[in-house]
């Protein structure tokens, strides 16, 4: 189940604003997003929900996060020495924390609120095959399943062909 969710909202229109940045200084990056959403419900005032987060990543091996501005998003890692067991190449370590919060309650919808803490290790070991370990934290009120803390280990591997 959702630990926060509006649920169905019969609307008869909706508009989203967001501001999202980016700062890379070698092997040092940091980056954060702001989003509002207005949600005009039949036959009840303008609903507003919003969410904003910030993260910041260090690459141990040196590596830094490659920006395409034509595109507007980051390419992807190019470790400077791909995993290779037993010849020394061990791909690109990358050390990541985030802290979120969202809120989708307003008005007549109570579908939660909930901020999140995260780390991460990112291990990158080719440009192609990437694995993330990751352990957070969190706390919702209002939610759906009701209030309380939830904790997460979660692990991935990501092929990007």
């Not at 780390?119 to 694995?131: A, C, F, Q, S």
């Not at 969190?138 to 062909?161: A, K, P």
């Amino acid at each position: 189940p959702y630990v926060i969710d509006t649920g169905d909202i019969d609307a008869s229109s909706s508009a989203v604003l967001a501001e999202e940045t980016a700062w890379v200084n070698g092997p040092f990056s940091v980056q954060g997003e702001f989003i509002y959403s207005f949600v005009d419900p039949n036959g009840g005032s303008t609903l507003n929900f919003s969410g904003v987060y910030g993260e910041a990543s260090w690459f141990l091996t040196g590596e830094s996060r490659p920006y395409n501005p034509v595109v507007g998003d980051f390419k992807r890692i190019q470790p400077r020495h791909n995993f290779n067991f037993g010849k020394g190449g061990w791909g690109a370590l990358e050390l990541a924390a985030r802290f979120s919060h969202t809120d989708l309650s307003d008005g007549a919808v109570h579908g939660g609120r909930l901020n999140e803490f995260m780390t991460g290790v990112n291990w990158y070991l080719n440009p192609h095959l990437r694995w993330t370990f990751n352990y957070g934290m969190g706390r919702v009120w209002d939610g759906s399943q009701g209030n309380g803390d939830f904790y997460i280990f979660q692990t991935r591997m990501g092929i990007d062909l």
